[in-house]
């Protein structure tokens, strides 16, 4: 294969008779079902500001005092942090790194100073410190309480729980369980790690000892629970952090918006637009075919006002800003493209790629030609001075090539050839190719075809009811005017 890389876009000089034979070749291509739209858009992101950040290290160096003389530290947080609250206990490699070593090495009551993290600002507080296992084997007897009387079923499991404690054994009531996975293994639920299970049962687990019996209740229901093992104790600590988001204020969304709109009033016209995006550096993102009634935009939040725009505005215009999550956005609608056949000059850029991969496909076939081995893949390869790739398992329905992607008119020559015969020059997509067929496996004929053939049904029925209602709509030439409105 040679490359159409291997010549420079530069060198290929296209007319207009070149173009218009790419065009009429893949006419089919540039037919529009809808009318759509081709725009470009420049954003104006907003990001906290040094003034922002500060505001956001002052609120939490002042709460340090109050955090440090609090005496319920779950509510202190609840109340001051814009994260949720952390009630678990923490072995080494679970915590922040920016307080670990800190909080494994201090003693109870500890306050770490501000510190920033992941776009916020915290001050942490050692709330508790023991020795828990790396890992405990438990087993247990769910009662569920959906759909019944919660206090009817805490009576169950309390009786039983009570036998079991009075001596009974505890898989004599295992299969009661409503838990089948674990009810025929007698309610064993092997090893677990710290969050692997609803909090509550996880707490009963890990902070009780090995032989430990109890009723906990979870959203699940109610659960007689047994410590069968334990493994694995270390060091763990419960640390509280209350921490502030580190956001744009106002005044810089309003900053932002400023110097958009300004922008945005500057430029108000294609050309304009298009001048100041290269002389102001701004990174300008491309919409090739925007539908009326598309709902997203790759890349912008919430961009259904940018597309009604763009169904309202006249070729060349562009927008005043628009709010988009976190950003301003300000953009040039560059062609409406109408439904049917999309015009030449409509597709210009599309058909000047195709135009000039046939000028190249020319010159390699032409290259390959010129060196009279077309009957020897190995002399003709020797003469180009490539290598012959070998390729194993090509089937027709498959039409790719590794590395390369589709291939469609290269697979479909493989299979047009004899054994042992070497091709002509084929114009691929990304250069041309030579190929030889070296082995053909005929495929083994199944011992009979019901299987296939019902598969194909399946295939079909799924397809018919959605085929058959575009066809109606096609056919009632149906209008669809709700992106106007929504």
């Known amino acids: 294969m040679l490359n ?4 420079a876009d530069s060198t290929v000089k296209l007319t207009d008779a070149d173009l218009q034979k790419a065009y009429n070749e893949n006419i089919k291509s540039y037919e529009q079902p809808e009318e759509s739209r081709k725009l470009d858009y420049v954003t104006f992101d907003v990001v906290p500001s040094n003034e922002d950040r500060a505001v956001a290290e002052k ?30 206990y923490h072995k080494t490699g ?21 510190y920033m993290e992941n776009n916020a600002y915290y001050v942490a507080k050692l709330e508790g410190s023991k020795m828990l296992p790396d890992s405990v084997q438990a087993r247990h007897i769910l009662f569920k309480t959906e759909g019944k009387d919660s206090l009817h079923v805490k009576a169950t499991a309390d009786s039983i729980y009570n036998l079991i404690k009075g001596g009974a054994k505890f898989d004599q009531f295992a299969m009661l369980s409503e838990d089948p996975g674990s009810a025929i293994k007698g309610g064993d639920l092997g090893w677990f790690k710290p969050g692997m299970m609803v909090p509550e049962f996880n707490d009963f687990c890990f902070d009780n000892k090995k032989g430990s019996l109890g009723v906990v209740k979870t959203n699940f229901g109610y659960h007689i629970i047994e410590i069968t093992d334990q493994a694995g104790m270390s060091k763990n600590v419960r640390v509280y952090a209350v921490g502030r988001k580190i956001e744009a204020s106002s005044k810089t969304y309003q900053g932002v918006f400023a110097k958009a709109n300004d922008f945005a009033a500057k430029n108000n016209n294609g050309d304009s637009y298009t001048k100041a995006v290269k002389d102001e550096g701004l990174n300008a993102r491309n919409i090739e075919s925007l539908k009326e009634n598309d709902k997203t935009v790759p890349g912008l ?28 956005v300000v953009a040039h609608l560059m062609q409406i493209k109408p439904e049917g056949t999309l015009a030449l000059e409509d597709v210009k850029e599309q058909v000047e790629v195709e135009a000039r991969k046939n000028k190249k496909a020319e ?25 012959v790739q070998p390729l194993e398992n090509v089937t027709f329905n498959s039409p790719y090539i590794p590395n390369l992607g589709a291939e469609m008119n290269v697979i479909g020559t493989m299979f047009g050839l004899g054994k042992d015969k070497v091709s002509k020059p084929i114009k691929g997509e990304q250069g041309v190719f030579v190929v030889q067929v070296t082995d053909v496996k005929e495929p083994q004929a199944p011992a009979n075809f019901n299987e296939s053939k019902t598969q194909a049904e399946q295939q079909l029925q799924n397809r018919s009811q959605y085929e058959t209602f575009n066809a109606l709509k096609e056919k009632a030439k149906v209008k669809d005017y709700r992106g106007k409105f929504y």
């Open 4 to 7: 159409y890389s291997t010549i």
């Open 59 to 88: 609120y939490i160096t002042d709460l340090v005092p109050a955090f440090t003389a609090s005496t319920d530290d779950s509510l202190f947080v609840a109340q001051n942090s814009d994260f949720p609250v952390d009630n678990s």
């Open 363 to 387: 010159m390699l076939i032409e290259k390959i030609n010129a060196t009279g081995s077309a009957q020897s893949l190995d002399g003709l390869a020797s003469k180009l001075n490539i290598a």
């Open 94 to 114: 679970t915590l922040s790194p920016a307080i670990e070593a800190q909080m494994f090495a201090e003693a109870v009551g500890f306050v770490s100073a501000p």
């Open 301 to 328: 939040d919430n961009a259904r006002e940018l597309i009604r725009w763009a169904f309202k505005a006249k070729k060349n215009d562009v927008s005043t800003p628009f709010e988009l999550g976190d950003k301003f």
